[in-house]
């Protein structure tokens, strides 16, 4: 059964910094696209940050862009979402999901309707 267990959120000020954890369990990270996503109360799931399978290629919202970074540790089987220079714009509910890698092994997706599997979210608040 393929599990995610997410960790890292918490209330921060603004301009502070998090990390993310998103382990996974019953499967393995390296054939899959991972994604990040966050989603305020009654709004869609919005795309952070993807990372492809074979070359750990990364796309970023732009919104995020310069400030996110996220990478993954195969070893661990653990993808993370380092969150930088944070602000309350940032505050969501952070989600990691994961969705079988396209054919040639590049490229991810930040459209949530690719993505087959979810973890159970995390609340990330910025606030002063």
């Known amino acids: 059964q393929l599990q995610f267990v997410e960790s890292g959120g918490g209330l921060v000020q603004p301009g502070r910094s998090l990390r993310l954890s998103c382990a996974a369990s019953?499967?393995?990270?390296?054939?899959?696209?991972i994604g990040w996503f966050r989603q305020a109360p009654g709004k869609e799931h919005e795309g952070v940050s993807c990372?492809?399978?074979?070359?750990?290629?990364?796309y970023y919202a732009d919104s995020v862009k310069g400030r996110f970074t996220m990478f993954r540790d195969n070893a661990k089987n653990t993808v993370y979402l380092q969150m930088n220079s944070l602000n309350p714009e940032d505050t969501d509910v952070y989600y990691c999901?994961?969705?079988?890698?396209?054919?040639?092994?590049?490229?991810?997706?930040?459209?949530?309707?690719?993505?087959?599997?979810w973890g159970q979210g995390t609340q990330v608040t910025v606030s002063s």
């Open positions: 999901a994961a969705a079988p890698a396209p054919k040639s092994g590049y490229g991810c997706y930040l459209s949530p309707d690719e993505y087959d599997y």
């Open positions: 019953g499967f393995t990270l390296d054939y899959y696209v």
């Open positions: 990372i492809s399978s074979s070359d750990s290629s990364t």
